[in-house]
């Protein structure tokens, strides 16, 4: 019954690895018309998670969009990491995921179960998050491609954009980082059983629980970590909010076994990208081993929500947050803009 | 003795392995023809991590990196940092919410006592699997089952709770701790288990 196609092996990117960089991106979208409307709360110009229109004083429609090539070879898995990374905007925003559609490529060597298991693995996955996928989109492709364009709700006074850190926050992040570095490891036959077998479970996790935990305390900003790696992330957040972002490196949950994949160069292009993108406005200081600031810029996959928390509450957030999330943990804090720089990474 | 690698068109990690592969070899003077600067910084890396040294030059149509002295032992396993790996433990399958038959409110008692005497052993279960009435102990009331419940969940222990049987019973908000799940991963666990107990 199971499809033995590899997926990986139809793709050359893998991923939310696949996304076009920060900087290129802005490049390419320079100089095209926008509009504007009153009731889009959240729109283009912040590149936030996904776009937000109110729809009366107490509704606001949350949209976004996410797909990408196999990340991992099982079509099941793909189905529901791809679904619940594309259902993640939603939460980082603050929302509730309610609609989805499938967007979806299909490969010339995909048979019949390998398109069943991703589209079962991103059905069961949106039935979780409380969400129902009502139709979709398919078109044939050298490479396959799975995601989903999802909508949902949120109070127009509880959106909780990417850009607005208020200086005092403290960071704190739901997802161990390291999965770009791990796949790519896979890639090469090096990626432990145990740690693949954690990225995997670690991918396909919905971020319902965090969000819906933090919901309930002083959140000024939140993001999930996904293509622009934590730094890119952090960057985004930083500026927007004209603050700087300090993170604690030594405090960052690093799935097991990754810093020595990544001593070892096992680093994906995406890494450097992000690298290229956001260190000129990064300044480290004291002593951060290179494996360390590199997986600072790893692209994640399906990575976890980075919430901005007011300080009163940093602690009972993140005591609520362990109760359910084990690895949740507070990785940085919010400044004052800084001349200099709008990240600093500490030791 | 020097040893050339063609790694020209091959994208990354492929370059880092072939080196890497020639290393774990005995090789200490390698040379790789690569055609991306990521390549370089990578295998840059690989030869740092190696306590050895790594020389680019540009090539025609790319770079050639050569890897250079003397490999270092591999250092100790790094420490796990966060998310603990599963304890080497078993994985208990729990169907209801009472141990064994004849009394039922004994048997309550007595499945409150397992779960604690789990929370407390040096060798805490990898995974608890709870399905049909045994979603009522992570979604129900009773304060000590709870409490042994995260505790173990601290200690690292998997729990994974069927969401069918939690909206069966209309539990699905009471869930206090664990994640919700299915019987896709639940099956997983139970066939690739080295150990399964069920109660």
Not at chain 1, 86 to 93: C, K, L
Not at chain 1, 250 to 279: C, D, K, Q, W
Not at chain 2, 62 to 91: L, M, S, Y
């Amino acid at each position: 019954m199971a499809s033995d196609i590899q997926l990986t092996k139809l793709a050359e990117c893998a991923g939310c690895g696949a996304k076009v960089g920060a900087g290129v991106l802005a490049q390419l979208l320079e100089g095209l018309p926008t509009r504007t409307d009153p009731k889009l709360l959240v729109g283009y110009d912040t590149s936030d998670d996904a776009s937000v229109y109110q729809l009366s004083d107490d509704l606001a429609l949350v949209q976004t969009v996410d797909f990408f090539p196999p990340i991992v070879d099982d079509p099941y898995l793909f189905g529901q990491i791809a679904a619940a990374n594309a259902i993640s905007d939603v939460y980082a925003m603050g929302g509730e995921p309610k609609l989805a559609l499938n967007v979806m490529c299909v490969s010339p060597q995909m048979d019949r179960e390998a398109v069943h298991g991703v589209l079962r693995g991103g059905y069961e996955k949106a039935y979780e998050a409380g969400t129902i996928i009502t139709g979709g989109h398919t078109i044939q492709d050298k490479e396959p491609k799975y995601g989903l364009a999802v909508s949902g709700f949120v109070h127009p006074g509880r959106i909780l954009r990417n850009d607005r850190a208020r200086p005092g926050d403290v960071l704190t992040l739901t997802k161990a980082l390291g999965i770009g570095v791990t796949t790519t490891a896979a890639k090469a036959g090096l990626a432990d059983p145990e740690l693949y077998r954690q990225a995997v479970e670690q991918m396909r996790t919905l971020n319902k629980t965090a969000r819906d935990i933090m919901v309930n305390f002083d959140v000024g900003s939140c993001t999930d970590v996904t293509g622009f790696g934590l730094l890119g992330h952090s960057l985004e957040m930083a500026r927007g909010g004209g603050a700087t972002v300090v993170i604690e490196s030594g405090n960052i949950p690093f799935l097991p076994g990754v810093r020595s994949l990544a001593e070892m160069g096992l680093l994906p292009e995406g890494m450097y990208r992000n690298r290229h993108f956001a260190e000129s406005s990064t300044k480290v200081e004291g002593e951060v081993p290179l494996a360390i600031q590199d997986l600072l810029y790893d692209p994640q996959t399906s990575g976890g929500l980075l919430i901005a928390v007011a300080e009163k509450d940093a602690q009972a957030l993140l005591s609520a947050l362990r109760d359910r999330i084990p690895c949740a943990a507070q990785v940085g804090y919010v400044e004052a803009r800084r001349e200099d720089c709008s990240i600093v990474v500490k030791p | 003795m020097a040893v050339e690698i063609d790694a020209m068109g091959k994208a990354c990690p492929m370059p880092v392995v072939l080196a890497k592969q020639a290393l774990d070899g005995g090789e200490n003077d390698v040379t790789v023809a690569v055609d991306n600067q990521i390549a370089v910084e990578n295998l840059t890396r690989l030869a740092e991590s190696q306590g050895m040294t790594a020389v680019s030059a540009p090539r025609e149509g790319g770079f050639a990196v050569r890897i250079t002295g003397e490999r270092k032992a591999a250092p100790a396993p790094e420490p796990v940092a966060c998310c603990p790996t599963a304890p080497g433990g078993a994985t208990v399958f729990i169907g209801k919410d009472f141990v064994g038959d004849g009394s039922r409110e004994l048997g309550e008692n007595l499945m409150k006592m397992f779960l604690y005497t789990l929370a407390q052993s040096d060798t805490p279960p990898a995974c608890l699997l709870f399905m049909n009435g045994g979603v009522k102990l992570p979604a129900g009331e009773e304060p000590q089952v709870i409490e042994s419940l995260k505790s173990l969940l601290d200690k690292g222990c998997e729990i994974l709770v069927c969401g069918t049987c939690l909206n069966y019973f209309g539990l699905t908000e009471q869930l206090k701790v664990g994640t919700v799940s299915n019987m896709y991963d639940i099956a997983g666990r139970l066939l690739t288990a080295p150990r399964v107990v069920t109660v």
